[in-house]
């Protein structure tokens, strides 16, 4: 299969470097150091548990996608604040029957495409708020995809795979199609656990419930999950927040049978860990907060669930944001 990975990062390059060993010919969308550290020494993988060495496979690599052509499946890993430049430029990637991945946090563009009862088809401003993701990659090209999985970069170019492997794919629909059976036969091929979803929204969502907390406010005070679940009103501010998503979801048809204490001593056990939003915050990188908690907010309008707390995490975390020119 002729693969682009759009965003070499942590885990963009990690499902790049094991597609191409596992044979398929991939090529990268990247730019600046990335793109020079990938012509030099092609994608770099250290994978947990393979006594640190150093795996290296070459890939064709350009700044310009109308270097690298129509792909058969275009795996869509970059942060949410750099979806209008793929909206900009990931037509000459694009055939009639190309695939976009979007192994993405959040709340995509496409979330209400095939689903959502009265709200199917709504399209939401909080992520694409001039319709240009929509246009530019319409809902019958997607393939949506959850990732269960803790990658990091040592260096342009070079991942870190620390633990994890699941893929969840889906279509917006829900149908289980030919093309997402076979896609998740190839992943499975390249050596990653792939499980095709009849509700993709619903794997989105659960994966959101815990991390639209935990990622902005770790953002916002410095702390590592072990710190921020150690507090009780921290805590208890995050479960007031997870309840008001745990509505909207069931008033959308995604029902969520935990509490938010279940989801808390799952991420306890994660021990000291740096979440994504504070590794781009420390690296002076933008923040995607609209994915995550400006969707949840957008979302809540459109059910009339209040959303007191979500508001105020929001409001906290984009003014830290802005303040440090993050946002």
Known sequence: ?????????????WMGSELARAGCSVSVVARGVTLDA?????????LHGNDGRVTSQAVVCSANPADLGVQELVVLAVKAPSLPEVARQIAPLMGPNTMVLTAMNGVPWWFLQGFGGTLAGTHLT????DGALARAVPARHIVGCVVHASCSLDAPGQVRHRFGNKLI???PSGEKTIRVR????LLEKAGFEAQVSGQIQKDIWFKLWGNMTVNPISALTG?????IMGDDLVRGFVSSVMLEAKE???RIGITIDQQPEDRHAVTLKLGAFKTS?????????????DALVSAVKELGQLTQVPTPFTDALLGLARLQARVRGLY
């Open 38 to 46: 990938l012509q030099r020494h092609g994608l770099r993988l250290r």
């Open 182 to 185: 076979q896609l998740a036969a």
């Open 126 to 129: 909080s992520v694409d708020p």
């Open 223 to 227: 702390a590592t999950t072990d710190l």
């Open 1 to 13: 299969m002729k693969i682009c990975i759009y965003g070499a990062g942590a885990i963009g390059g």
């Open 277 to 289: 939003m504070l590794q781009d915050v420390e690296a002076g990188k933008a923040v995607e907060l």
């Open 248 to 250: 909207i979801g069931a």
């Open 169 to 171: 794919l889906g279509e």
